[in-house]
C-alpha cells in the first residue's frame, strides 16, 4: 500500500479508527449476547463488507440494510439473512426476488394493505418472500401506530394466507430515542418501543397469526433499555462508530469516537476569527442533529482542538468555515497543516465516501494507515 501515513492522504478523507472499532463493536456484541437478543447490525452506517464481518462475530450474520444496492453488495460479500429495513414498493419486488433466486434470504417490510396484497400476488406466480410489519413505536416515520395498529390483522392476514409468504414478524425503529439526553428518557423510549413491538406480537399471535421475529431498532435503546422481555432481535446501526450526536445523547463517551474527516487548513482570515479547510457540505453534510444538545458544534468539532469550542461553524460546498469563541491559533495550524473533524452523523458524513483509510489509535496513536475498507453508496 503506497499511503504511509495520514500526511499522506489526499484531503478530505474519511478516518476510522480500528481500535475504537473493535471496543463498539464488542460493547454492543456483548450486551445484546448478555439480555439474550440476537443481533443484526444496521449496516447502513458502515456499508462495508469489512465492518459487517467483524459486526456479526459471534452471532448468527443476519444484518440490516437500507438500500437494494446494499443488499447486493452484502450478499456478494456472503451474508444470507438480510433484512431490507426501509417500506418496499411493488416495483422493487423483481429485484428482490432476483437476490432470493440466489439463495439470499432477502426480507422486506411494508405497512401497507396494497403492497401487502402485491406481494401475494407476486407470490402466487412462485417466488417466494419473507415480510415483516413495520410498528410506529413513537418515532413517526412509519410503521403502524401503537397502540391502535390500524389494518394490522388486514396485512397480516394476506400476508400469512398467501402461498409461498412467510410472515418473518414485526418491527420497529425508535427514532425518537435520539432526541432523549439522558439514560432515563432513553429509557423511556425503549419501553415504548418494546411494548410496541411486542404488543403487536401478541395481538398477531391471539389471531393465531405466527409472529416468530420481534425486531427492535436503534442505538441508544439497544444501549439504555433495562427490558428486553418479548424482543428477539436488535437492529442497532451508528454504535459501530458513534459520533457527537450519540455522544450527546449519552450513548457513548468522547473516547468511542471512530470516525473522522481529515481535512487541510486552505486559508488564514483574523480579520473574522476564522480559517477556512477544504471539508464542505460535501465532505461533511449539513446534518445538525448534535446542536440539538451542544449548540456549539456547529457541523462537526475539531479532533484535539488547541482552544475551545473549536468547530466547523459554516459549510458552503468545499469550504469549511472553522471558529471559536476564542481567537483562534494561526500560528500553529499554518496553511497545509492537518485537522480532524468529528462528524455530527456518522452515517450521513461517511455516505460522501467511498472508503475508508484505516488507523489504529493502538498501534502509533493512530498516524499510520494500516488498511483501506472499501464501501457501497447508491441506490
Known sequence: ??????DDLPTPALILDRAVLRRNLKRMSQRLHEAGVA???????????????????????????????????????????????????PSKLAAV?????????????????????????????????????????????????????????????????????????VMTHAGHSYHESTSEGIARVAEQERQA?????????????PCPIVSGGSTPTAVHSRNFDGITEMRPGVYVFNDLDQEFIGSCGADDLALSVLASVIGHYPHR???????????????ISAQEFQPKVGYGTIAGAPVKDMAVIACSQEHGFVGADSPLPYESLPVGSRVRIWPNHACITAAAYDRYYVVDSEVDGGRSVVDIYDRINGW
Open 39 to 89: 443481533l443484526r447490525p444496521h449496516l447502513k452506517t458502515a456499508k462495508s463488507v469489512t465492518i459487517g464481518r467483524m459486526a456479526v462475530e459471534g452471532h448468527d450474520g443476519r444484518i440490516t440494510v437500507s438500500t437494494l444496492a446494499e443488499a447486493r453488495y452484502f450478499a456478494e460479500g456472503g451474508f444470507k439473512d438480510i433484512l431490507y429495513g426501509v417500506g418496499v414498493v
Open 273 to 287: 476569527n476564522q480559517l477556512l479547510i477544504d471539508a464542505g457540505a460535501l465532505a461533511l453534510s449539513k446534518d
Open 97 to 169: 426476488t432476483g437476490l432470493r433466486r440466489q439463495g439470499i434470504n432477502l426480507r422486506i417490510v411494508t405497512d401497507n394493505l396494497a403492497v401487502a396484497r402485491a406481494i401475494a400476488s407476486e407470490a402466487r406466480n412462485g417466488d417466494t418472500f419473507s415480510v415483516f410489519v413495520e410498528i410506529d413505536s413513537g418515532g413517526g416515520r412509519a410503521g403502524l401506530p401503537y397502540p391502535e395498529l390500524p389494518g394490522l390483522l388486514d396485512i397480516a392476514r394476506v400476508l400469512h394466507e398467501a402461498p409461498n409468504v412467510e410472515l418473518a414478524g
Open 197 to 209: 413491538i411486542v404488543g403487536a406480537a401478541e395481538k398477531l399471535r391471539a389471531a393465531g397469526i
Open 1 to 6: 500500500m503506497a499511503v504511509q501515513t495520514i
